[in-house]
């Protein structure tokens, strides 16, 4: 018998969870990170197409 009862092995479990929670995160992050700069670059070209527009106008405006 232990006289820590296990306390040593469940600490050890639970630090490599910890860990492992992390490295979850970590990738989370960065997929998220990823997909917001996505969105931005997307919402620009988006606003640069309607001033484009606005300005010279499109080939639709022709008829």
Same mark, same amino acid.
């Given at each position: 018998m232990q006289a820590n @009862? @296990?306390?040593s092995e469940r600490t050890? $479990?639970?630090n490599q969870e910890l860990r492992k929670e992390k490295k !979850? &995160? !970590?990738k989370l992050q960065k !997929? %998220?990170?990823r997909k917001e700069k996505a969105l931005? !670059?997307?919402a620009? %070209? %988006?606003v640069l @197409? $309607? &001033?484009a527009?606005?300005?010279w106008g499109t080939d639709n405006e022709e008829d």
């Open positions: @009862g @296990g306390t050890s $479990k639970v !979850e &995160k !970590e !997929e %998220l990170d931005a !670059e997307a620009a %070209l %988006l @197409g $309607k &001033k527009n606005a300005i």
